[in-house]
């Protein structure tokens, strides 16, 4: 069964509106999460590292101030894109890493695709 | 450079023929290596790790050259069900700083 799970997984909005995603790790804890965006026929990018209890890392070219993550607790973390325009659309995929013995093993969600018109 | 690179692809094999993939990699500081799967619109599934030794799950094997900075993908027996995007995924140690690398994919197409 699922072990990340993403909410919403679909989501229209106008633009200059937010929207939250929320990534949950469902029976494990996660100290870090990766966000990602993935444009069509695209290979998936991270967007920047979720770290719980401190500031999370962007990747270079990332706007931290327009994609807002806060990572609440050892099992969510949450991207928020704000004043949203039709380019952020895209989707995107949260992921956890599992450590279970190595190597560890990346659990992603299911994803949310967001369209903004 | 690429920190990891992939042919794209597609690979179009008939059902039954064996089809193999490699991906390179930049950095010789990478630990973890990993094949995913991701069908259209889907999100990455893991298919497989990739051990030193070499590992194999049913049809499908994978093996690391570190000193030459590769792994590969090797199917057999390929079904129309395999279809999908072969993701390789390189992961350095997952201190915080550090990053996860995708590979852009490369595209099977199994054909009846």
């Known amino acids: 069964g699922a072990v990340v799970s993403q909410h919403p997984s679909r989501v229209i909005c106008k633009s200059g509106t937010s929207v939250k995603i929320e990534c949950r790790s469902l029976d494990f804890q996660a100290t870090t999460m990766f966000w990602y965006r993935q444009f069509p026929k695209q290979s998936l990018m991270l967007m920047a590292t979720?770290?719980?209890?401190?500031?999370?890392?962007?990747e270079q070219g990332v706007e931290k101030d327009k994609f807002l993550i806060n990572h609440a607790s050892l099992t969510l973390s949450t991207l928020t894109v704000t004043s949203a325009h039709p380019e952020d659309s895209s989707f995107y995929i949260c992921s956890a890493p599992r450590t279970q013995g190595p190597p560890e093993t990346q659990y992603f969600g299911p994803g949310t695709r967001l369209l903004v018109l | 450079r690429k920190e990891v690179e992939q042919d794209p692809g597609p690979f179009n094999v008939p059902e039954g023929a064996t089809v193999a993939f490699n991906c390179t990699y930049s950095?010789?500081?990478?630990?973890?290596f990993f094949w995913y799967r991701q069908d259209c619109r889907k999100e990455p599934k893991l298919l497989m790790s990739v051990y030193s030794s070499g590992n194999e799950d049913g049809r499908f094997t994978a093996q690391l050259n570190r000193a030459s900075q590769y792994i590969s993908l090797l199917i057999r027996d390929s079904k129309l069900s395999d279809s999908a995007t072969y993701l390789c995924?390189?992961?350095?140690?997952?201190?915080?700083?550090?990053?996860?690398?995708f590979g852009k994919g490369t595209r099977l197409h199994i054909l009846p």
């Open positions: 979720s770290n719980e209890g401190s500031k999370a890392t962007y």
């Open positions: 950095n010789s500081a990478s630990q973890s």
């Open positions: 995924v390189v992961n350095r140690d997952l201190n915080r700083d550090d990053k996860i690398i």
